[in-house]
C-alpha cells in the first residue's frame, strides 16, 4: 500500500516571501500521479498543482511550483511572492497510474500554511 | 459548470439515527467518490463509482454505511445507526474517465457530520 508523509504539520512565512513545503512517499509503483490540494478554512479541496510521475520536468502554476525526485520519493510544493489567500492546509496526494488502482487518492496528513503581514 | 454540489452542508444527529447525504458531480464526469475526512487527517477514500457501478468499496465502509448512484448522475452516502465515531466531514468529488481531462479529481465544499 502507497503511504504519504507530511512531516510539517505547521509552516508560517511573511508575505511577499518563498515558502517549500515537504512530502515524501512511499510506493513499489514506478508509474503514478502526485497532487497538492489546498483546503481553506471553507474547507473544499482546491487544486493547486500535478505530476505526471513519467515527466522529468518539474511542473509549475503561476507561483506554484514543485520538487520532484523520483528517486528519493520526494515531491515538495513552493510557493513563491506568498500571498495572505495561500493561508490554508495543504495536502499532498498520491494516485496510482495502475488500471485497477488509479481510483483514489492517498492524502498525506496536511501542512497548514500561515502567511503573516 | 458549478463544481461539485454536496448537501446538507451540516448535520448533527443523535446517535442511533439514519443519516443521508447528497452529491452531485460536475455535470458529464462519469466517475464519483466519496472520501471521510476527521480532524487534523487527510481525507480518506471510502467508495467509488463509474457511472452507475459501484467498483471499489473500503473497508472503512461498514455495513451500516450505503451509497448510491441511480442513473450514473447524483450519488447519495446513507449512514445507518449513527454512532460518534462517524461525526467527520463526507467530501464527495468527480473526474472524467481516467485517461482524458488528466486524471484530476474535483471536490465538493464537504458535508459535516455530528452525532450527539
Known amino acids: 500500500a502507497q503511504t504519504v508523509t507530511q512531516s510539517q504539520p505547521e509552516m508560517s512565512v511573511q508575505e511577499a516571501e518563498t515558502v517549500t513545503l515537504s512530502c515524501t512517499y512511499d510506493?513499489?509503483?514506478?508509474?503514478?500521479?502526485l497532487f497538492w490540494y489546498k483546503q481553506p478554512p471553507s474547507r473544499q479541496m482546491i487544486l493547486v498543482i500535478r505530476?505526471?510521475?513519467?515527466?522529468?520536468q518539474n511542473a509549475t502554476e503561476n507561483r506554484f511550483s514543485v520538487n520532484f525526485q523520483k528517486a528519493a520519493k520526494s515531491f515538495s510544493l513552493k510557493i513563491s511572492d506568498s500571498q495572505l489567500g495561500d493561508a490554508a492546509m495543504y495536502f499532498c496526494?498520491?494516485?496510482?497510474?495502475?488500471?485497477?488502482?488509479?481510483?483514489?487518492?492517498?492524502f498525506g496528513t496536511g501542512t497548514q500554511l500561515k502567511v503573516e503581514l | 459548470d458549478t463544481g461539485v454540489s454536496q448537501n446538507p452542508r451540516h448535520k448533527i444527529t443523535k446517535r442511533g439515527q439514519n443519516v443521508t447525504f447528497r452529491c452531485d458531480p460536475i455535470?458529464?464526469?462519469?466517475?464519483l467518490y466519496w472520501y471521510r475526512q476527521t480532524l487534523g487527517q487527510g481525507p480518506e477514500f471510502l467508495t467509488y463509482?463509474?457511472?452507475?457501478?459501484?467498483?471499489?468499496k473500503s473497508r472503512l465502509l461498514s455495513d451500516r454505511f450505503s451509497a448510491e448512484r441511480p442513473k450514473g448522475s447524483f450519488s447519495t452516502l446513507e449512514i445507518q445507526r449513527t454512532e460518534q465515531g462517524d461525526s467527520a466531514m463526507y467530501l464527495c468529488?468527480?473526474?472524467?474517465?481516467?485517461?482524458?481531462?488528466?486524471?484530476?479529481?474535483?471536490f465538493g465544499e464537504g458535508s459535516w457530520l455530528t452525532v450527539v
Open positions: 468529488a468527480s473526474s472524467l474517465d481516467r485517461w482524458s481531462s488528466g486524471n484530476t479529481i474535483y
Open positions: 510506493t513499489s509503483e514506478s508509474d503514478y500521479y
Open positions: 505530476q505526471e510521475a513519467y515527466k522529468q
Open positions: 496526494a498520491y494516485r496510482s497510474a495502475l488500471t485497477g488502482g488509479g481510483n483514489k487518492l492517498t
Open positions: 455535470s458529464e464526469h462519469n466517475r
Open positions: 463509482f463509474q457511472n452507475e457501478a459501484q467498483l471499489e
